[in-house]
């Protein structure tokens, strides 16, 4: 075998045999916006109206996906992890009992009906800066 084809050929191996090493990677199709230790990755994306996000904790801290209710379309329904109908719902129900929290490889989805500018944060770390935003057109 030629050198270089038997290097395509170790390089390509090694890069299946490592893919469930690398910190998920092989699993970043079934998921739209992870969460680091302090932040959503990505921090803003854009998608279709009708379109459904998923968000996957993919760190060991609890999370929480919620909404700005000031900050979403006029229309649009209102989105929390923990099903909650508004913010202070939502802030009130992480505060007394963490409820709306993902913890690691938990996920929330949300369909986004109304275009426009959705902003949203993760309750516990949201003074640390970890908010996102979906931009629906």
Known sequence: MERRAYLRTVAGASAVGLAGCLGG??????????????AFDPAEITV???????????????????????AIPDGADYFASGGF?????????WTNATDGSLYQGDTYSHTFEVAGQYRYFCIPHERGGMVGTVVVE
């Open 25 to 38: 990677l092989a699993e970043s199709g079934d998921y739209d916006v992870g969460m680091t230790s302090n």
């Open 48 to 70: 279709s109206a009708g379109d459904t996000v998923v968000w996957r904790n993919t760190s060991s801290h609890a999370h929480s996906v919620t909404a700005y209710e000031d």
């Open 85 to 93: 109908d508004d913010e202070p719902s939502a802030r009130e129900g």
